[in-house]
């Protein structure tokens, strides 16, 4: 229905058009009003009201916009947190392709393979670490050369506590890069090198005064170092009051003297400055008997002394005892290793009379020292046998005599090592009496020619729970025991706690296991603790191979075992076996 308006338009028009007295319209004014006409009353809003409504739904839309974008509006820290997130996501995603979990504080990627390339990666994610607390990227030899990479982006995580770089064929520019960047983590407690052949020859040096505290231990183990670097290390020594353990094994040029440069008298001279020093490892350092004077001198600066390894310096021989009249200083030694250092009759004399003022002393380690056979006895009577814990005196060609007053010490020990020493060779009941039960963890009869009846005593024994503590139990290199002696032992129980079992023969020989593996089939679920066992060159059939393998598909065990004249390794994990070839001993 049209308006009253557009009515009134109309009949004006015609009153218009019609020649009447009304005024005469526009043009403009008679288009203006057709398209009025055409116009509802609808179409028809006024302006103003309009433009209002829209501007205040405008104005509650954007009320509401603002109060939801407030609502998801994120706090001040959210974006760096967001970045972190992503930042993470790209850690896990790394430690994922090389086969490792993510840890915020612990970063391990030892054995990774890594390359430059990862080592490169590796070093733009430290940022996304802030609570990083230990670096290992050891045994990655690809990255030597390299190691700038990493250091330069040391800064981002300055809380490092451990830094460890084993075997990854530093040169002497990663020596330098690392030196640089120690300035940066100032909280580092272990610095660990070893197995860098070019961290030596000199190299060393990139590292003097760099080395500050908290460094606590300092491991440089096979470097290669030479007098120019003993001379080095002392002078970091010098700075380092709180350093505690200190391990520079088998370099054996470190004592050497080459031109007149003593070096290692400058290394030794330093240890008057590090009072903390609680565990010395100089192994295969080729000491001498004046580098021996040379380290007696400073013992006594060294009140907090534990540990003490002069191990494998056969160059030491006949005098030990410039040594040991300064050791009666380490009131708190508890461990002395002399293993494999030629020992003479006057050198394992010097060493009685220094005994008895040892008293914190828990483990002495003259194996392999074959004077040391004819002087068990004195030996023994100057420990404080009450407190011993370890006496391995394996390879020491032990007297019958020398075997019975090893008895005397059996009680109060942990670990009994015998081997190589076929005086016990029907002789293993007198050991196996004397041992206190439940306290010894290792015994080792390798090679000691043990009958038959030594194995019906050890599996009499087991059965009386007097091993029920024993971890570790190495029978390997006695093929004298008959199969009914291999079968009263594994018949026996008692041995719930073992780990490592080794029963291997020599090599070049081998015999049947048929008449004795079925006792052993029987044991393993009466082993519960078992992780090794070793049956090296014990001839058997696939059927009997798979039965072993068959009790073991549930459990973590390596069994070492010939197979087609080719030592092999199986781990046999959640019902998976896989075998890797070893290469013969």
Known sequence: MESTDGQRGRDSSSSSSGGGSGVKRSPLEVLMNQIRRKRTATDRKPLGRLLSRNSEKNLISEEVETERKEERKPSAADPAESERDIGWGRVCVFLQRLGKKANSKNLSLAHCDLTATDLLELATLLQFLPRLEEVDVSWNELIG????????????????????????????DDVIALGEALGCVPLLDVLDLSYNGGVGDGALQGLLGNLHPPLRELHLVSCQLNAADAAALG??????????????????????????????????????HASSLSTLRLQACGLTADGLDALGGSLRYLPSMRELDLSCNKTLSGGLSRLTSHLAHLTHLESLDLHLCC??????????????????????????????????????????????????????????????????????????????????????????????????????????????DDLRHLAAVCRRGSLSSLRVLDLSYNGSVCDDGWSSLFSAGGLSSLQDVDISLRPLTSAPCSAWLPALLS???????????????????????????????????????????????????????????????
């Open 145 to 172: 050369g390299c190691l700038r990479a990493l250091t330069s982006h040391l800064q981002q995580v300055g809380g490092i506590k451990a830094l460890k770089l084993c075997s990854c064929r530093l040169n002497a």
């Open 235 to 272: 002078g970091m020594v010098s700075a380092l009051s709180t350093l505690c353990v200190l391990d520079v094994s088998c370099n054996p040029r470190l004592a050497q003297e080459v031109e007149g440069v003593g070096g290692f008298r400058e290394l030794t001279s330093s240890l008057s």
């Open 343 to 452: 020992l003479t009759p006057a050198d394992l004399d010097a060493l009685i009379q220094v005994l008895p003022s040892l008293t914190a002393l828990t483990e002495l380690d003259v194996s392999s020292n074959k004077e040391a056979g004819a002087v068990i006895h004195p030996l023994v009577s100057a420990l404080p046998l009450t407190q011993m814990r370890r006496l391995p005196l394996n390879s020491c060609s032990l007297t019958e005599d020398s075997f019975t007053a090893l008895a005397l010490a059996a009680p109060f020990l942990r670990s009994v090592d015998v081997s190589w020493c076929k005086v016990v060779s029907g002789r293993l009941a007198l050991l196996l009496d004397a041992l206190q039960p439940s306290i010894i963890l290792e015994l080792r009869l390798s090679s000691c020619d043990l009958t038959t």
């Open 523 to 585: 044991a393993v679920p009466q082993l519960p603790a078992l992780t090794r066992l070793a049956l090296q060159r014990w001839n058997s059939s696939m059927q009997e191979r798979q039965q072993l393998k068959h009790r073991l598909r549930k459990r973590s065990v390596l069994l070492e075992w010939d197979c087609s004249g080719v030592m092999s390794s199986s781990k046999l994990t959640n019902q998976e076996s896989t075998e890797e070839s070893q290469p013969e001993e």
